[in-house]
């Protein structure tokens, strides 16, 4: 299988910047184009022709609601993950009526976006090589996202951990540029430093961050954080 390429939509320019090294860590998968809305995002795929889009619901101009409907009325050959804070029953099953390939709720990790696209890449393959298919190999396409969600490593979390929140820590931890103390982690997130401490704690034997001891100025040396890259 070859490359697969993707279109970013999505109005924040940071978060884009993200989204894009996010994807580009996985292994064959590059982005090709941006777009601020919907409208240019139709653009975009009429123009550039991408195997995925890789999508927010809240837009200005045409938000994703309106911009998936339109893909599939012009029968536009992309397939479309959705990245997005919106988690009310109206827009999940709107979103999923037009057959979406993934629902990625805002904040997320790197290994939930890289789940994502292993599993797209599997589909693609499969559904590139294949002239037909038996049961089992249905059954593989259409089901495999349940088992992988059995697998995800926040389902055994230390009482009183919340995976949301795991998950929205490691998000923020990697949208900063430099390494980042509890304090900002803390603040950054909206909980008590003692709280954002416990779940670096966690992280850090986990090796899903690591601790580099800042020193300098008067008093004692300060752990900051980063995201252990895989």
């Not at 479309?80 to 709107?94: L, P």
């Amino acid at each position: 299988m070859g490359n697969i390429t993707v279109l970013l939509i999505e109005d924040d320019p940071m978060v884009r910047e993200v989204n894009r090294q996010f994807i580009e860590k996985v292994k064959g998968y590059t982005v090709v184009g941006f777009a601020s809305n919907g409208v240019e995002g139709i653009s975009q795929i009429e123009k550039l022709k991408p195997n995925l889009v890789f999508m927010d619901i809240y837009m200005p101009e045409q938000d994703g609601l309106l911009t998936i409907e339109k893909i599939r009325g012009k029968k536009l050959p992309v397939d479309v993950i959705t990245v997005t804070a919106a988690n009310d029953m109206k827009t999940v099953q709107h979103v999923l009526q037009y057959g979406v390939f993934d629902y990625i709720m805002k904040p997320f990790t790197f290994e939930r976006v890289k789940q994502s696209l292993d599993r797209y890449s599997d589909y693609k393959q499969r559904m590139d090589s294949e002239d037909g298919f038996t049961q089992k190999e249905l059954d593989h396409i259409f089901h495999s996202q349940q088992s992988n969600e059995k697998e995800h490593p926040n389902d055994c979390l230390p009482k009183g951990l919340n995976p949301a929140t795991l998950d929205k820590i490691v998000s923020y931890i990697s949208s900063q540029t430099n390494p980042i103390s509890a304090e900002e982690v803390s603040k950054g997130v909206g909980l008590a430093r003692v709280t954002a401490r416990r779940y670096l704690d966690y992280l850090e034997k986990q090796n899903k961050v690591e601790i580099i001891i800042q020193y300098g100025g008067i008093g004692r040396p300060v752990n900051q954080y980063v995201v252990v890259e895989e």
